[in-house]
């Protein structure tokens, strides 16, 4: 198994369930691989995920998508403004287009 980054009440949680987890602090040197890996596997479960459980599964992302903003300086603030940024300039999916890729007709 590799290594990879967990939330902070998680050894507690598993603790209180009779397991004990072996962690340690992650070097700052290996602290951007681990986020954005993290960020892909909670991506992949939000995609992966049904409508029951679609909710948390963003909820994951967010947190993943904030620590790794965090980390380079950014806030969450800083990515919506960046985001209504370019909302305003390319627009955004209320539309719901499709790019037809198929040979023309």
Known sequence: ????LIRDLIP?????HGD???VRT??????????RAKLAEETTEA???GDDTLLDEL???TEALHALAAH???SPADIETARAAKAAA???FQQQLVLDTGSPS
């Open 90 to 92: 390319r627009g955004g």
């Open 72 to 74: 380079h300086g950014h």
């Open 1 to 4: 198994m590799t290594d990879k």
């Open 12 to 16: 507690e949680i598993a603790a209180a």
């Open 47 to 49: 995609i992966a995920a």
């Open 20 to 22: 004990y987890l072996t």
């Open 59 to 61: 909820a994951d992302v």
């Open 26 to 35: 992650a070097r700052p040197s290996e602290l951007p691989g681990l986020l």
